[in-house]
Structure formats: structure tokens, C-alpha cells
């Protein structure tokens, strides 16, 4: 059994981290360990890297996550060996359902220390199963030049294999004898020439575009939808297809295109709730990205023909609709099909765009007539009226919870402009790590401030979150929107349960309030119980700097239901 000199490993993680750098790499998230001493020393010492220092291994993984997903760019992920390494699963699995860039690197016993009873050693390899995109155990170092050129070899098909559509997770496994420390470098190696690796875009072919330009021309009754995703840049794109077919444009809130072109609607899944059964069927729909958050919208279009434009070669079809998958970039993809339409004629019913755009409208009015002046406190008020408090505020990032505040913002929000973008976890569409996971997005971007609106239990779930943003002066605005126990149950058929039954296993209740998680994280905090605590809640702490929370405290969760559907009846 060899044992590597300190000046060896230096070298051989140097070549590793420096080869991450030069692929793009940015920032880093450390966790403390003993056994990830030599990863994270040659992290911080590299100089190029941003690094966090996060103790808790779950909280750490979605911060890293929100980095990447803001930068879109692959963050590093370090954990020493054993559980703490486990303790990267749920952020991993939403890094590969969500296609957000993340290197795992993961410090191990040797191989002669596992299933042997050593101290903190589990089976770590392949730890994430068929979560990571790519796995390397790594070898250990003989101070080779042919392992060095491994290492900065793989770093760059590290950052590659993350990169690449569908961007998502990698993991190298680290295994380490002791001595931990290594040796500080007196110059920078010289590194091994790195091997750059080219990513492949699909190519769009353009008789393949004729084609489907030519299906679409006799669609009478089609739809565009415009899902969660980047889809900002080519708003310009839809727009056009949109004009050239006579078909609306029914946009997701985390398209971010709502509220900048007036041929985009997001009132579909308040008027589908009104009068679906009334509603005329729609024979064909464009998708682009991810699925809609509306399940309204989803049951509505299940039957019709769907031509998915996906951009990052990826399968998402849950309702398995028959249709096609487009894959390619969505600009390319969305160009060609206008040049291709331009010269056909289309059989589009001059009526269609009217029609919805009536529907979209008369909700507007409806959500208008109800929500502008104060009446009872209820949830849709926060989401109505959120572009206009925040517009006061400047260019924010704005990160909402699963579970109803997604639904909420996606029902009630309508009018944002270009100075809110917003983000969730939509990949596995889980409520863990959101605080953690908005955190992230607060480092890595040059808005004015995040805002991330979430629920009581995705709150208390990831609490230690908050360590983040006090440790690192983060200027963020939390809005804890609590009735105090799972909301959402309340909406499905669990709540026609009887009442005790439901609430020891859905509706649990817990009985909290946030002012002393506030105090321990040194964050500003309000607690509002009506619209008029709520506003003014809201304008001191826009007003203000660093870590805020704003505690909604909204009426019962059976309250919640009725006030929802007193819009629909």
C-alpha cells in the first residue's frame, strides 16, 4: 500500500480544481469535514474560486443548487465522507429532474478501510444512483504525471457532462489516507494540457421544420404554451408564431414572459376553473420547455395534439399526448418554423384569438373587481398585488415555494414586467430546501434583492437556511405565508376526510410562530394578520437591507378553500 506525499495530492487536486476553473467554474460550497481536508484546501487555495463555508450538508446542497440555477453555470459541492455525503440527495435529485449544473465531489475512506467498520465510511460509490448524469471514483494519487493529467482531464469532462442538455449532476468520489493536509504549492504546477470536449447542439433540419410547419398550417384550434423556463430571450420569437398562426399564448409565471407582450395570457387556469366544461376543444398545442404548473390547463389539453420544443434534450411528456418532440434550441427551433409558415397559408378561425382573449379579460375584471379593495383577509390578496408592491422596490429576484404558492402566484399574478424574474424548484417539485435554495439565487445575482415567498412547512423544513444569509449579509425578503399546518391538503381529496383523521395526517397543525428563528438569524421581522398589517409590512421591509421576514398569518386552511373557490362560482 503506497502512501502519497502531501506535495503529490496538492498537485494532483490543484491540476483537478485548476482544470474546473479554466471549464468555467465559478463558486464553490464547502462543507466541514476532516476527510474533505485536502479538496477543500486546494479549493480555497486556488484564489479563482469563490467558496461558501455551510455546515449543514442538506441546506448547503440547495444553496449550491440556487448558485448554479442563477449563474447557469456548474457549482461545486464538497462533503466529507459518510452520511454527510448522503445528506446530498434531495438537491441532487432536483438538480437532475431540474437540469441545473451541479459537480458532487465527495471525500472517501481508501478501499482498504470500507466494509471494514471504519469510522464514518458508508458505500459511496455510485451514492446517487441513477440521479448523477456521470460517476467517477477517483484514484488515489501515486504523484504520477500520468494521474495528474487524469485529474485536469477529468475536471474538464466534469464540468462537460453537467453542462451538456440536460445540464444536471455529476459526482466524483474522492477516496483519501492520511495525511490530510497538504502541502501548500510554492508556484503553480504546471498543469497538464486540458482537453477541452465541444458540447453537440441538435441541429434543426430545416425539411423537418417544412414539415411540421406544414402540419400546423391546418390546425383551426391550437394554443402556444410557454412553460417554466428561459424563455425571455425568444419572446420575441413566440410572439411571431403566435401572430402567424392565430393562436394565444398561454404563459407559465416561471416563464418570465408574462406581462411583457399583450398576446400573452396567464388567467387560463382561473377561467378553465370557471367554465372548462363550456370551453371549446383545442386540437393542437405548442409547448415550449417544461410542463405548465397548472394541472387545470394539463387535464384541459390532454387530449389535443402537442408538438413539444424542448431545448434541452430532454423527455418531459407525463400525460404521454400523442404529438412530437422538437429538440434543438428553442430560437432556431422557433425561427424556422415562422420562415417556414410565412410563405403557407393557414386555416386558422379568425374567431380563435378573439375568443380567448375575451376570457382572458373578463377574469382580469373579475380578479380586479375582487382583490383591488381590501375585503377578507385571504392568500390571492399577497399574489395580486405583489408586482405592484415590489415594482416600488427595483429589479428583483423572486423565488416561490412549491406546494400553493406556486399555484397561487400562477393563478393570481398577472401583470409582472421585466424588473421581477422568477424561479422555482420545478424539477422534482419537492418543499425541501427552498429557503436554502433562494439563498443561492441571492449571492449569485446583480438584482437589487431576492424575495422568496414561501410556505409554513417549506419554511420550518429548511430553516437552517437562514444561516446563509447572515453569514454571508445576504439581502434578502422572506414572506412566510402561514395557515398553519399543509395547506394544499385542504384543495385535494385527502380534505374530504373527517376532520381529526385529516388533520393528524395532512393537515398537522403545529402551532409555531417564526419571531424567535428571526431573532436567532438577527433578521428584521413583521407578522401581519390583516391586508392593512400586511401592506404596510411589506413597504418597511422593501425599505430596508439584509435578512427580513414577513409572517403572514392567514385564516384557516378550510377558510382558505372557500375563498378560493368563491372565485370560481
Known amino acids: 500500500m503506497s502512501q502519497s506525499q502531501p506535495t503529490d495530492v496538492a498537485r494532483y487536486l490543484s491540476v483537478f480544481v485548476d482544470a474546473l476553473y479554466h471549464h468555467g467554474v465559478e463558486n464553490a460550497v464547502i462543507c466541514p469535514g476532516s476527510r ?57 435529485v432536483e438538480s437532475f429532474w431540474g437540469h441545473v449544473p451541479l459537480i458532487v465531489l465527495t471525500a472517501d475512506r481508501p478501499p482498504e478501510l470500507r466494509d471494514s467498520g471504519a469510522s464514518q465510511t458508508i458505500d459511496q460509490v455510485g451514492l446517487f444512483g441513477s440521479h448523477s448524469k456521470w460517476f467517477q471514483d477517483m484514484p488515489i494519487t501515486d504523484g504520477s504525471e500520468q494521474l495528474n493529467r487524469f485529474a485536469a482531464i477529468t475536471g474538464g469532462r466534469a464540468v462537460h457532462y453537467a453542462s451538456n442538455d440536460p445540464k444536471g449532476p455529476v459526482h466524483l468520489n474522492f477516496p483519501f489516507r492520511e495525511p490530510l493536509i497538504i502541502d501548500p504549492l510554492p508556484k503553480l504546477p504546471q498543469f497538464p494540457a486540458i482537453k477541452r470536449i465541444t458540447a453537440s447542439i441538435p441541429r434543426v433540419d430545416s425539411d423537418e421544420i417544412a414539415g411540421i410547419a406544414q402540419s400546423l398550417s391546418v390546425f383551426r384550434h391550437g394554443l402556444i404554451l410557454a412553460g ?37 395570457m396567464g388567467t387560463y387556469d382561473a377561467f378553465l376553473r370557471v367554465n372548462r366544461q363550456m370551453l371549446p376543444h383545442v386540437e393542437c398545442v405548442i409547448r415550449l ?19 413539444t420544443i424542448d431545448g434541452e434534450n430532454s423527455y418531459r411528456e407525463p400525460q404521454m399526448q400523442t404529438g412530437r418532440i422538437i429538440e434543438g434550441r428553442i430560437e432556431d427551433v422557433l425561427t424556422g418554423l415562422s420562415e417556414a409558415l410565412n410563405p403557407l397559408p393557414t386555416e386558422s378561425d379568425p374567431d380563435w384569438y378573439p375568443f380567448w382573449f375575451r376570457q382572458h379579460e373578463t377574469i382580469m375584471n373579475l380578479l380586479r373587481e375582487r382583490l383591488t379593495e381590501p375585503g377578507e383577509a385571504s392568500e390571492p390578496y399577497l399574489y395580486y398585488h405583489l408586482c405592484d408592491w415590489l415594482r416600488n422596490a427595483g429589479s428583483a429576484e423572486v423565488f416561490v415555494s412549491n406546494s400553493m404558492p406556486v399555484r397561487d402566484l400562477d393563478t393570481f399574478t398577472q401583470d409582472p414586467d421585466d424588473s421581477l424574474r422568477f424561479w422555482g424548484n420545478r424539477g422534482a417539485n419537492g418543499i425541501d430546501g ?28 429548511d430553516m437552517n437556511g437562514l444561516f446563509a444569509a447572515m453569514k454571508y449579509r445576504l439581502n434578502v425578503l422572506i414572506i412566510v405565508v402561514n395557515n398553519d399546518g399543509g395547506g394544499i391538503f385542504s384543495f385535494l381529496p385527502q380534505g374530504q376526510l373527517e376532520e381529526q383523521e385529516f388533520e393528524s395526517l395532512f393537515g398537522t397543525p403545529h402551532g409555531l410562530n417564526f419571531e424567535h428563528a428571526a431573532l436567532l438569524y438577527q433578521a ?44 370560481w362560482i
Request: proline share 5%; hydrophobic share 45%; net charge positive.
Open 289 to 307: 420547455g417544461a410542463p405548465m404548473t397548472s394541472k387545470t390547463l394539463n387535464l384541459y389539453t390532454a387530449d389535443s395534439y402537442i408538438y
Open 228 to 264: 417554466p423556463g428561459p424563455l425571455r430571450l425568444v419572446l420575441d420569437q413566440i410572439v411571431d408564431l403566435s401572430q402567424k398562426l392565430g393562436w394565444p399564448i398561454f404563459a407559465d409565471p416561471l416563464s418570465n414572459i408574462r406581462g411583457l407582450d399583450s398576446r400573452v
Open 36 to 92: 474533505s481536508t485536502p479538496l477543500a484546501l486546494a479549493i480555497k487555495r486556488c484564489g479563482a474560486i469563490r467558496s461558501y463555508v455551510l455546515m449543514d450538508e442538506r441546506s448547503a446542497a440547495f444553496f449550491a443548487l440556487g448558485i448554479a440555477k442563477a449563474s447557469n453555470r456548474p457549482t461545486i459541492l464538497l462533503s466529507t465522507s459518510g452520511t454527510a455525503a448522503a445528506n446530498f440527495l434531495p438537491a441532487v
Open 434 to 461: 427552498i429557503v436554502s435554495t433562494a439563498m443561492g439565487i441571492a449571492v449569485s445575482t446583480d438584482r437589487k434583492q431576492t424575495i422568496l415567498i414561501t410556505g409554513d412547512l417549506a419554511f420550518y423544513h
Open 524 to 567: 428584521a421581522y413583521r407578522r401581519a394578520s390583516t391586508l392593512g398589517e400586511l401592506r404596510r409590512g411589506m413597504e418597511e421591509l422593501l425599505s430596508t437591507r439584509g435578512l427580513r421576514i414577513l409572517e403572514w398569518r392567514t385564516p384557516s386552511r378550510k377558510q382558505n378553500v372557500a375563498l378560493h373557490n368563491s372565485f
